[in-house]
T-cell receptor, first 109, second 116 residues
Framework: KNEVEQSPQNLTAQEGEFITINCSYS?????LHWLQQHPGGGIVSLFM???GKKKHGRLIATINIQEKHSSLHITASHPRDSAVYIC???????????FGKGTKLSVIP | DTGVSQDPRHKITKRGQNVTFRCDPI?????LYWYRQTLGQGPEFLTY????????KSRLLSDRFSAERPKGSFSTLEIQRTEQGDSAMYLC??????????????FGQGTRLTVV
């Protein structure tokens, strides 16, 4: 079993829909990261959080440390949001990232 | 500073050849990471440096793989006697460690290796 599990693996949404991607992990962490990867490979960090909630534009990330669960929400989705969204953790006492397999999001106009 | 840069972006090589990739991190970042990503999977950790010291290596890093960061700035990842299973995207990331907490990691565009 992977230390980081994401759901769903694939998600297709109509433009304007509210989107939720979930991430569960099984170990103690110092931080959880949400990352965005576009075709071609480049990865962009969206959020790094260790508690509570963060918001940036139309993106919201929440984390529940007790339940070892995080969600990434996209409000008013747009075709340019189409990408792979990856959840990753920094384990307690560790420095490298452990990644989930990613959620491929397609937003249709 | 334009962020983390990797060179080359793409590399096609014949099986058995050696390849070397370069990563230039964000200049003030003291931590540098190498990850490998195969199609449809999330990246997997290979190794990381704090300044010039290589502090951790994954079991994925066989003896054909070697990484260096000689002056604590750029890093190279060399793969000797490449195999088809080495075909993947090789990602470099850097971060700034402050006391016991790390900042977010910034990633390069990756080097896509194809071994034929």
């Amino acid at each position: 079993k992977n230390e980081v599990e994401q759901s769903p693996q694939n998600l297709t949404a109509q433009e304007g829909e509210f989107i939720t991607i979930n991430c569960s992990y099984s170990v103690g962490i110092s931080a959880l990261h949400w990352l965005q990867q576009h075709p071609g490979g480049g990865i962009v960090s969206l959020f790094m959080l260790s508690s509570g909630k963060k918001k940036h534009g139309r993106l919201i990330a929440t984390i529940n440390i007790q339940e070892k669960h995080s969600s990434l929400h996209i409000t008013a989705s747009h075709p340019r949001d189409s990408a792979v969204y990856i959840c990753a953790i920094t384990g307690a006492g560790s420095y490298q990232l452990t990644f989930g397999k990613g959620t491929k999001l397609s937003v249709i106009p | 500073d334009t962020g983390v840069s990797q060179d080359p972006r793409h590399k096609i090589t014949k099986r058995g050849q050696n390849v070397t990739f370069r990563c230039d991190p964000i200049s003030e970042h003291n931590r540098l990471y190498w990850y490998r990503q195969t199609l449809g999977q999330g990246p997997e950790f290979l190794t990381y440096f704090q300044n010039e010291a290589q502090l951790e290596k994954s079991r994925l890093l066989s003896d054909r793989f070697s990484a260096e960061r000689p002056k604590g700035s750029f890093s190279t990842l060399e793969i000797q006697r490449t195999e088809q299973g080495d075909s993947a995207m090789y990602l470099c990331a850097s971060s700034l460690a402050r006391t016991t907490r790390d900042t977010e990691a910034f990633f390069g565009q990756g080097t896509r290796l194809t071994v034929v």
